[in-house]
């Protein structure tokens, strides 16, 4: 045991038993996980990205806590333990599962159902607690002093902090406030243009089908900010390479109907002679109305498809020394001879309260009450027992080792900087391999391969954000056992409205349907970035058929970046989602840069940026704005609800008044606002 380690003191000592795992403890917990689920599912289909919630779900508990449910600092831990799941779920199902939607001449898209999502949610988060029990002790207890595990320091903090008084949660409602008001104006009135857009005709002599377009919505301010300038900054130069270089250089040399012909390649053209399509293709020009679109969905995707999948394996490769270590340090330290002895102090009266984990037996019954689960049920894709036998068996095997190296790395560097992507990559190639080696090869087995990798990256998504959870309760004194029956009712609750949120948003409004789209996700409203990507590794593996010219442009890309101490997956996934999404995030990160900067020259010192006035403003702009997004999609749903609204818009006689540049400058001029009141609040440090 480490001096650190021995030094602990718990700040609600192990003799004291306040008030913990209570019923409104569990209810307020699960509500903020609904609410915090949907805005995360919100978030990363657009953008790819998610935020940690764990802390502005502390700040609000403290605050309801205080007000209304005359809540302990343990009941107000058990508030953000059960609610924090429903981001680390969200970001799970989001980042894997729409790709059922884009597998070979939509062999998944059957799978795409509430009850599949509800399905492999559950199990996946399940997955993910259940095997972070035999761990606890040796990754948050034992190397106390080496893994800080930053996100549940921080989250420890807010609550010492919110015990000891304060106004925290104060600075997140104004943030959500003015979010929820930007976004009534821009999103139902739309006195606020959505996306203001400078671009160049293709006709252009010297730069042809450039495009600078920005989604000015609160959400992307506020990540930009928490993400900080370098993040951000890395973000927005892959957008940059992509939309002002080699769009307009591949518009110059590609021919129209070339990239017309791509695209019918890629299924988002039925032929040359039907018009539309990426861009509004013109049969009888041969032109499209927008190039930059055309060429961004032919070519641009897949490159950026190809820079991630690099930049992925490159950040795990960085980690494998972490990811060894890790492994064998917590096979020793969750030996046979290890947990017996464990489990005999449990069962005594001497153990500590602090000390007291579940059994490690619901562990083992649990793995396999699951793997059961996944032979029977129908949901998991598979042509015999045998099949789903391999599922289950991967989803184990994967499960417990990233499982293991998930809390480990979140340990050192964070949740938001985990490469679950990566992870999940290493697991659909693993599985495709294992696959081909077995001779299931071909569509039929595509949905299978994304079921394994899905569940594990919600398992290593939720693994990453239980440690951050058992390390704040560590700090603050709570009994593991409840945080871990919190756990399992946050990862069930939040999964029931992570699936029916996901299914809302796809369904396509009367405009998309016009168009001929009967899915919302994978349009330009909700990219759904990672899903796409998972699921063209997925066909090109399983089919010995993948665009590897294109890939291997975007790897080379990654590999290049990474040499020269870039994050090549950061800068991968900026060159693969629109510029409209990047640059609004980069504006965030570049106001954090410039109120930093100004505390440095003022000498000012902030102990914990979390708890800045500009990090908790941010969080509202983010949980506002997202939450605002869903709410208005999920009344776009209704057709009569969606004609209502229609109405209200000023748009067109704003256009009409100011012209469109007019419209959209206001618009940008509006976002210069709202960034303008985040940097005054973040100026105001005290």
């Not at 600092?73 to 508030?79: D, F, H, Q, S, T």
């Not at 593991?480 to 999964?495: C, D, E, N, R, T």
């Not at 748009?651 to 618009?667: V, W």
Request: proline residues 4%.
């Amino acid at each position: 045991m480490s001096k650190s380690t021995a030094d602990h003191k718990p700040f609600v000592p192990a003799t004291e038993s306040p008030a913990e795992f209570t019923l409104k403890a569990i209810i307020t917990g699960a509500v903020f996980g609904v609410l915090f689920g949907a805005a995360t599912v919100y978030l990363s289909l657009k953008a790819g990205l998610s935020v940690s919630a764990s802390i502005p779900i502390a700040v609000l508990a403290i605050s309801l806590g205080r007000k209304f449910l005359n809540t302990t600092i343990l009941e107000n831990n058990i508030i953000q333990t059960t609610g924090s799941a429903g981001e680390s779920i969200a970001s799970g199902v989001v980042f894997t599962m729409p790709g059922f939607l884009f597998l070979t001449n939509g062999s998944g898209a059957d799978f795409f159902n509430y009850w599949t999502i509800l399905t492999l949610a559950i199990l996946g988060g399940l997955i993910g607690t259940l095997m972070m029990i035999p761990l606890r002790r040796s990754l948050i207890v034992q190397e106390h002093g080496t893994l800080p595990y930053p996100e549940g320091t921080a989250c420890a903090s807010v609550l010492i902090a919110g015990e000891k008084g304060g106004d925290f949660a104060k600075t997140a409602y104004q943030g959500l406030g003015v979010a929820l008001l930007y976004a009534f104006l821009q999103k139902v009135l739309h006195l606020v243009a959505e996306v203001p857009v400078w671009a160049t005709k293709q006709t252009n002599r010297y730069f042809p089908s450039a495009q600078v377009a920005g989604e000015i919505t609160p959400e992307y301010l506020g990540v930009g900010y928490i993400i900080g300038f370098r993040i951000s900054a890395v973000l927005v130069g892959g957008g940059i390479l992509a939309w002002l270089g080699l769009i307009p250089l591949l518009a110059t040399l590609v021919p129209g109907d070339t990239i017309a012909l791509q695209l019918q390649k890629l299924g988002y053209l039925a032929n040359l002679q039907t018009a539309g399509g990426p861009g509004g293709w013109d049969p009888t020009t041969h032109t499209f109305n927008d190039t930059a679109a055309a060429v961004y969905r032919a070519y641009i995707r897949q490159i950026g498809a190809g820079a991630v999948t690099a930049g992925g394996f490159m950040t795990l490769i960085k980690t494998i020394p972490t990811i060894v270590s890790s492994f064998k340090q917590s096979f020793s330290k969750a030996s046979m001879s290890a947990i017996e002895k464990e489990e005999k102090l449990s069962n005594g009266n001497r153990t500590p309260r602090t000390e007291q984990d579940l059994s490690v037996r619901i562990v083992v019954i649990g793995s396999i009450a699951l793997a059961g689960l996944m032979v029977v049920l129908p949901q998991i894709p598979g042509d015999s027992v045998l099949t789903k036998l391999l599922i289950a068996l991967l989803v184990i095997i994967f499960g417990f080792f990233f499982v293991t190296v998930s809390s480990r790395i979140v340990g050192l560097i964070g949740s938001s900087s985990s490469p679950v992507s990566g992870m999940t990559i290493a697991t659909i190639m693993g599985t495709s391999l294992v696959f081909i080696g077995f001779g299931l090869t071909g569509k039929l087995y595509e949905p299978a391969v994304l079921v394994v990798g899905s569940m594990i990256c919600v398992a290593a998504a939720n693994a990453g954000g239980t440690s951050q959870d058992l390390k704040t309760g560590y700090l603050v004194g709570a009994t593991p056992k409840y945080q871990q029956m919190a756990l399992f009712i946050g990862v069930i609750v939040s999964s029931l409205v992570v699936g029916a949120t996901v299914k809302v948003l796809d369904t396509p409004t009367p405009d998309l349907l016009a168009q001929g789209i009967t899915h919302a996700i994978g349009s330009d409203k909700f990219p759904a970035p990672q899903g796409t990507l998972m699921a063209t590794l997925i066909k090109g593996l399983l089919s010995f058929n993948l665009d590897w010219q294109f890939v291997l442009v975007g790897a080379f890309i990654a590999f290049v970046f990474e040499l020269v101490g870039v994050s090549a997956l950061a800068f991968a996934v900026g060159l693969y989602l629109p510029l409209s999404t990047t640059l609004p995030i980069f504006t965030g990160g570049l106001v954090k840069a410039i109120a930093d900067w100004n505390a440095k020259r003022k000498g000012i010192v902030e102990e914990d940026a979390d708890l800045g006035k500009g990090s908790l403003f941010a969080t509202g702009l983010v949980a506002g704005g997202a939450l605002a997004g869903v709410l208005v999609a999920l009344l776009s749903v209704n057709e009569s609800i969606y004609n209502g609204l229609a109405v209200l818009t000023l748009e067109p006689a704003l256009a009409d008044t100011l012209g469109e540049g007019g419209y959209m400058t206001l618009g940008a001029l509006a976002f210069i606002g709202l960034a303008t009141i985040l940097w005054r609040v973040a100026e105001n440090r005290r």
